[in-house]
């Protein structure tokens, strides 16, 4: 298998711009993660998916973050629209269960200016 | 609410030296614990994951211990080499919540 897939990997827009970061877990987890690290705050879990159903999202910051997962192969995360404080760098990971070991993608670097 | 530490921020380390990493948490009622291994620019890998029920875990030249009641995980990297220079992270899957809390790792450096 070829792991978690993140695209794009780095990602700069100007504020107020639409952001989508793309997923593909791996084949067969049903566990679906996305995370976002700063230096500040460390790693996040903003949300996560069980079988393409979003279970907690308490930790999106607010409405401007959207995650959608339409079929168990693919899924995104959007920010309209974006700010420099959402610069930071955003990880999607996969598990067979929500308390297995998880598998990272490489991250997407996003920054906003 | 659970919160991990993980001290020290950075530590540097002769070749071949053995170390401990520390991660301590705040509440007790976990599941398990996992130490993950981050390198610049990349993504975690999971080293390790130790239940709550275990007392250690071994893989190779590490070693996690777990001591549910005292809040406290060591990760043992024994023989340390170059190679190991990474950032660990540990987290910890606290039952109620359902999710990973991750610390803010320690960032290790091996001196050749």
């Known amino acids: 298998d070829a792991g978690v897939i993140q695209s794009p990997r780095h990602e700069v827009t100007e504020m107020g711009q639409e952001v989508t970061l793309r997923c593909k877990p791996i084949s067969g987890h049903d566990y679906l993660f996305w995370y976002r690290q700063t230096m500040m705050r460390g790693l996040e879990l903003l949300i996560y998916?069980?079988?393409?159903?979003?279970?907690?999202d308490s930790g999106m910051p607010e409405d401007r973050f959207s995650a959608k997962m339409p079929n168990a192969s693919f899924s995104t995360l959007k920010i309209q629209p974006s700010e420099p404080r959402d610069s930071a760098v955003y990880f999607c990971?996969?598990?067979?269960?929500?308390?297995?070991?998880?598998?990272f993608g490489p991250g997407t670097r996003l920054t906003v200016l | 609410k659970q919160e991990v530490t993980q001290i020290p921020a950075a530590l540097s380390v002769p070749e071949g030296e053995n170390l401990v990493l520390n991660c301590s948490f705040t509440d007790s009622a976990i599941y398990n614990l996992q130490w993950f291994r981050q390198d610049p620019g990349k993504g975690l890998t999971s080293l390790l994951l130790i239940q709550s029920s275990q007392r250690e875990q071994t893989s190779g030249r590490l070693n996690a211990s777990l001591d549910k009641s005292s809040g406290r995980s060591t990760l043992y990297i024994a023989a340390s080499q170059p190679g190991d220079s990474a950032t660990y992270l540990c987290a910890v899957y606290t039952s109620g919540t359902y999710k990973y809390i991750f610390g803010t790792g320690t960032r290790l450096k091996v001196l050749a």
């Open positions: 990971a996969s598990s067979l269960e929500g308390w297995d070991t998880q598998y």
């Open positions: 998916f069980n079988n393409n159903v979003p279970i907690d």
